[in-house]
């Protein structure tokens, strides 16, 4: 039987082990101790933090793997790079992993491939921001460097909202450094793609519903993402240039980016497959289950990724507005084709936050239609039937 180690027991990992399981896999789950659904549904817990790789590497070693894979976290790509490259698994470099899990490290890549993208300034913790960002323009974005979900990321828009700013960037970062950008006003979208054996297998650009906080939040998303056929293959060649000047390969990718006067501009790449329910949605589009292709290369096997469906699809999160205990979850929804799946991550008596990044979501939605309007008006009915009280 293969072993393939899973980083993360959260809920995002969730569906990547009970695959493997239906696939006749043995599942590790590596996380560090808490109350999370993975736990249970693998064959084997290992309670360690995924971004110690060298405790990792050991265990992978001592269990002899067969593959490491996540989905949905940037936490944890560089000590699957790691342990790939000792290894010699089926995925992305240990160079490519440190450069996506980066901030700092890609901008300047994509600066140095000609990646179209915002400009930006490096500026340690203890440095005068003031000083090292004059040449940019308001709003700006702080973000930390190594985080993701949204964490250590603020908008700014003006010079006395600085040091507020940066003591968010400071509970957010384990490093001494930040990243600085001019905040580019435009359409985000996204996109979810796989590169693997060196060719880029698929493009599946997508819309975003965002949750504007301190800055815009994904909390849904959307196929197919119209767009004209010129500005889509913006997209592929600026994706393209991106992928190559990191370095990725055999990964997931999900993409980040802002539409600005017709003009595709790179926000950023993360090597792994995306959260919100975007691996659903890249299953339903096009009629495979995503979640055994990331398995089934993670494991070096032959893999192809077929586009002949385009199924319509949307998703929402469900969020709450305030911190506190649910009292209550009403789902009037019946079965219904059409919509994919309703899935509640607590109950009642459960603790739950106010949203305000990914991780803080408590559920979510997703549906399908003959178009992408009739998905839509799905979600928002399914959403209207559903009632979760928090006090």
């Given at each position: 039987m293969k072993k393939i180690m899973i980083m993360g027991a959260g809920i995002y990992q969730v569906p990547l082990i009970k695959k493997a399981r239906e696939m006749g896999i043995y599942t590790i789950a590596v996380s560090i101790p808490g109350n999370y659904p993975g736990f249970p549904l693998a064959d084997q817990v290992c309670y360690e933090?995924?971004?110690?790789y060298e405790k990792i590497l050991q265990i992978a070693r001592e269990e002899k793997i067969d593959g490491i894979v996540t989905a949905g976290t940037d936490v944890a790509v560089i000590t699957i790079g790691k342990v790939c490259d000792e290894l010699g698994l089926t995925g992305l470099s240990f160079e490519a992993a440190k450069i996506?899990?980066?901030?700092?490290?890609?901008?300047?890549?994509?600066?140095?491939?000609?990646?179209r993208t915002a400009r930006f300034r490096e500026v340690s913790l203890d440095e005068d921001v003031y000083e090292k960002t004059r040449e940019l323009n308001f709003p700006l974005i702080f973000k930390a460097v190594d985080t993701s979900?949204?964490?250590?990321?603020?908008?700014?828009?003006?010079s006395e909202e600085f040091e507020a700013a940066r003591e968010v960037v400071k509970a957010n970062t384990r490093s001494h450094y930040y990243i600085v950008e001019e905040f580019l006003e435009g359409e985000e979208f996204g996109a979810q793609a796989f590169v693997y054996r060196g060719k880029?297998?698929?493009?599946?650009?997508?819309?975003?519903?965002?949750?504007?906080?301190?800055?815009?939040?994904?909390?849904?998303?959307?196929?197919p993402y119209n767009l004209d056929g010129d500005i889509i293959e913006d997209a592929r060649v600026q994706l393209e240039k991106a992928i190559e000047a990191m370095g990725l390969d055999n990964c997931a990718i999900n993409a980040d980016f802002i539409l600005?006067?017709?003009?595709?501009?790179?926000?950023?790449?993360?090597?792994?497959?995306?959260?919100?329910?975007?691996?659903?949605?890249?299953?339903?589009?096009?009629?495979?289950?995503y979640y055994e292709k990331l398995i089934l290369?993670?494991?070096?096997e032959n893999v192809d990724f077929p586009q002949k469906s385009?199924?319509?699809?949307?998703?929402?999160l469900l969020r709450s507005d305030r911190d506190g205990v649910i009292q209550s979850i009403e789902n009037t929804n019946?079965?219904?084709?059409d919509i994919c799946e309703i899935q509640f991550d607590y109950g009642p008596g459960e603790r739950v936050h106010k949203f305000h990044v990914g991780p803080h979501r408590i559920g979510h939605v997703i549906t399908k239609g003959a178009t992408l309007q009739a998905a839509v008006d799905k979600l928002q009915e399914a959403l209207g039937k559903i009632r979760i009280q928090v006090e």
């Open positions: 933090n995924t971004v110690d996506a899990s980066n901030k700092i490290l890609m901008k300047k890549k994509y600066e140095e491939y000609g990646v979900g949204s964490r250590g990321i603020i908008r700014v828009n003006s880029v297998q698929f493009i599946l650009p997508h819309g975003d519903y965002v949750f504007q906080g301190d800055t815009g939040v994904p909390i849904g998303h959307f196929a600005k006067d017709g003009r595709t501009y790179v926000l950023e790449l993360g090597g792994r497959s995306g959260a919100t329910c975007l691996a659903e949605l890249v299953s339903i589009y096009y009629g495979f289950d290369a993670a494991l070096g385009a199924v319509p699809n949307a998703s929402m019946e079965p219904d084709e």
